[in-house]
């Protein structure tokens, strides 16, 4: 069975400049989270989809994140324009069923921001 | 809201030596409590899962951990260390809300020394 693929695995930018990752969860997955980690810190939940609709979105910076997943399978998380502090690993992760807390992680998107 | 605090940042055993790895939880209401494993440059994956089953639970490569509902805690602990488990180790807890996310403390490194 395939992980959760993501891409790219590092990305270096300037602040200001804009940045996207993309995540592919595992086939049949109908939940798919987008979880920031900053060096140091534990990973912090960004963002919750359920199917192709946001469940939980409450810590996501709306005035510079977005994110969506069209047709319920691929996500794609957007940073512009991209501050220094968005330096991190953003991780996806995806689960077959909501709330148990079983999710299966993709090996990240390092962003560093100059 | 839930929180999870990982009491040491930074372990450090010989090999053979027992793991402790300590977690505590804010709750009145006893949660689902995990412990993760990060390996370097690899995502997130599930060591273990309590969910009122049992107070012990086993989980992968050895590791077990303890709910403790006193002393709202839920340490991992391993016999034997073998050099394989230097890793960042993550304790989690759902939060309360309905869907249950996962909310993860800070981490703590363990180093394994011949």
């Known amino acids: 069975e395939a992980g959760v693929a993501q891409s790219p695995r590092y990305k270096i930018i300037e602040k200001r400049q804009s940045v996207a990752f993309w995540c592919n969860p595992i086939s049949g997955h109908a939940t798919l989270y987008w979880y920031q980690q900053i060096l140091g810190q534990g990973p912090k939940l960004l963002i919750q989809?359920?199917?192709?609709?946001?469940?939980?979105d409450s810590q996501l910076p709306k005035d510079r994140f977005s994110a969506e997943r069209l047709k319920g399978v691929d996500s794609t998380l957007k940073i512009q324009p991209a501050k220094l502090e968005d330096s991190a690993v953003y991780l996806c992760?995806?689960?077959?069923?909501?709330?148990?807390?079983?999710?299966?992680f993709g090996e990240g998107s390092r962003l560093t921001v100059l | 809201a839930q929180s999870v605090t990982q009491l040491g940042s930074h372990v450090s055993v010989s090999e053979g030596a027992l793991v402790l790895l300590r977690c505590n939880y804010s709750s009145s209401v006893p949660p689902y409590l995990f412990w993760y494993v990060q390996y370097p440059n690899q995502g997130l994956q599930l060591l273990l899962k309590?969910?009122?089953?049992?107070?012990l639970v086993k989980g992968i490569n050895g590791f077990e951990a303890e709910f403790k509902k006193s002393e709202t805690s839920f340490h991992l602990t391993k016999p034997s260390a073998h050099m394989s488990d230097a890793a960042e180790y993550f304790c989690a807890v759902t939060d309360s809300g309905g869907y249950n996310k996962l909310i993860f403390g800070a981490g703590t490194r363990l180093a394994v020394h011949p």
């Open positions: 309590y969910t009122s089953a049992a107070t």
């Open positions: 989809f359920q199917n192709n609709g946001v469940v939980d």
């Open positions: 992760a995806s689960s077959l069923l909501v709330g148990t807390g079983e999710l299966f």
